[in-house]
T-cell receptor, first 113, second 113 residues
Framework: NAGVTQTPKFQVLKTGQSMTLQCAQDMNHEYMSWYRQDPGMGLRLIHY???????DQGEVPNGYNVSRSTTEDFPLRLLSAAPSQTSVYFCASTPDRGSYEQYFGPGTRLTVT | QQQVKQSPQSLIVQKGGIPIINCAYE??????FPWYQQFPGKGPALLIAIRPDVSEKKEGRFTISFNKSAKQFSLHIMDSQPGDSATYFC????????????FGGGTRVLVKP
């Protein structure tokens, strides 16, 4: 199993541009999440999904959209990038809502200039 | 408002020393307290976890101490090794809230040879 994969590894955007961060998992996990990691702030939940077709907002959802059309994929869209969205983004998956352990991808480092 | 507060932000110890990382939480409904370990350029990975009905849990050289009345928990790394150099995050979650993780700010641990 590849586990949780994320692309790209690095990305530089100009303010106002849009892009999609890709996340995929091959473990048939129901539950998937997106976090952003900023120095001293830990990881903060952006959006999550408890299954295909079901998404919900986390702690810091503004400026981001998600969709979950398949169990495997959970892309994160930045609608109009801002410098405040400069961060490292992690996707994670969990077998189901009753499970506690989250499996994280390797991350995408995003810089918005 | 940070629901899980972690200290210190960074820690340097000599090989064989015992780094101790402390976390405090506010929400008494939290029912699962994991610690995640993150190496540079990688995603976090679950290290050890505890539930509030247990005061201590050991896995290898890693020990969690839990004080429910004080709403505090800590990670001890016994006989620390240079390979333990990483960033450590405490977290908390609540089954009734879908097991979404709330993370502390992280502690960067450096173990000198």
């Amino acid at each position: 199993n590849a586990g949780v994969t994320q692309t790209p590894k690095f990305q530089v955007l100009k303010t106002g541009q849009s892009m999609t961060l890709q996340c995929a998992q091959d473990m048939n996990h129901e539950y998937m999440s997106w976090y952003r990691q900023d120095p001293g702030m830990g990881l903060r939940l952006i959006h999550y999904s408890v299954g295909a077709g079901i998404t919900d907002q986390g702690e810091v959802p503004n400026g981001y959209n998600v969709s979950r059309s398949t169990t495997e994929d959970f892309p994160l869209r930045l609608l109009s990038a801002a410098p405040s969205q400069t961060s490292v983004y992690f996707c994670a998956s969990t077998p189901d809502r009753g499970s506690y352990e989250q499996y994280f991808g390797p991350g995408t480092r995003l810089t918005v200039t | 408002q940070q629901q899980v507060k972690q200290s210190p932000q960074s820690l340097i110890v000599q090989k064989g020393g015992i780094p101790i990382i402390n976390c405090a939480y506010e929400n008494t409904a939290f029912d699962y307290f994991p610690w995640y370990q993150q190496f540079p350029g990688k995603g976090p990975a679950l290290l050890i976890a505890i539930r509030p009905d247990v005061s201590e849990k050991k896995e290898g050289r890693f020990t969690i101490s839990f004080n429910k009345s004080a709403k505090q928990f800590s990670l001890h790394i016994m006989d620390s090794q240079p390979g333990d150099s990483a960033t450590y995050f405490c977290a908390a979650s609540q089954r009734a809230a879908g097991n979404k993780l709330t993370f502390g700010g992280g502690t960067r641990v450096l173990v000198k040879p």
